[in-house]
T-cell receptor, first 110, second 115 residues
Framework: GIQVEQSPPDLILQEGANSTLRCNFSDSVNNLQWFHQNPWGQLINLFYIPSGTKQNGRLSATTVATERYSLLYISSSQTTDSGVYFCAGDRGSTLGRLYFGRGTQLTVWP | DAGVIQSPRHEVTEMGQEVTLRCKPISGHNSLFWYRQTMMRGLELLIYFNNNVPIDDSGMPEDRFSAKMPNASFSTLKIQPSEPRDSAVYFC?????????????FGSGTQLSVL
């Protein structure tokens, strides 16, 4: 399978700070996605970003498929951003299983 | 749409008992996934279905686990007999696969505790 490495594993921020989370893949991937798992355990799909850059409010994501990595930017972080951020991708076949990283645990303090 | 619906939200059972987890995917989605999440192993894919047919069940831990999808709007994951090491959060997820795979949506999960 594909190995997915996320960094950093843990991140502690003061409210208002900016951060960058990274996701590296051991092989070419397609259909790259970012998820946020909130403290109540819900997994929310943030971005579907096979390539290029997308923005959604204070969050943006960039995927460089040729170099097998993706970045998630969080600006002006808020306490509600706390949780675990996962990236996932698949091989791009019609019936592709997603391979998940171990996540980045983000804690934002007021 | 109500999203992916899982039941029950919490299940506490004793070792040896049968456990059945249920999932209703988002209407119109043709792929359904069962994941298990633990601190030690993270998110593991157990099995996934496309058009109600199991495509990849290589993640199913052992014969005690079985999954079915009798129609496009319902799936079950059964553990019989259950063991304490099965304690985890079980997620169901669905998406629309139409050549180019798209966003995956998760249910709220079932927290399973086997005593």
């Amino acid at each position: 399978g594909i190995q997915v490495e996320q960094s950093p594993p843990d991140l502690i921020l003061q409210e208002g700070a900016n951060s960058t989370l990274r996701c590296n893949f051991s092989d070419s991937v397609n259909n790259l996605q970012w998820f946020h798992q909130n403290p109540w355990g819900q997994l929310i799909n943030l971005f579907y970003i096979p390539s290029g850059t997308k923005q959604n409010g204070r969050l943006s994501a960039t995927t460089v498929a040729t170099e097998r990595y993706s970045l998630l930017y969080i600006s002006s972080s808020q306490t509600t951003d706390s949780g675990v951020y996962f990236c996932a991708g698949d091989r791009g076949s019609t019936l592709g299983r997603l391979y998940f990283g171990r996540g980045t645990q983000l804690t934002v303090w007021p | 749409d109500a999203g992916v619906i899982q039941s029950p939200r919490h299940e506490v059972t004793e070792m040896g008992q049968e456990v059945t987890l249920r999932c209703k995917p988002i209407s119109g989605h043709n792929s359904l996934f069962w994941y298990r999440q633990t601190m030690m192993r993270g998110l593991e894919l157990l099995i996934y279905f496309n058009n109600n047919v199991p495509i990849d069940d290589s993640g199913m831990p052992e014969d005690r686990f079985s999954a079915k999808m009798p129609n496009a709007s319902f799936s079950t994951l059964k553990i019989q007999p259950s063991e304490p090491r099965d304690s985890a959060v079980y997620f169901c997820a669905s998406r629309m696969d139409r050549g180019l795979n798209e966003k995956l949506f998760f249910g709220s999960g079932t927290q399973l505790s086997v005593l």
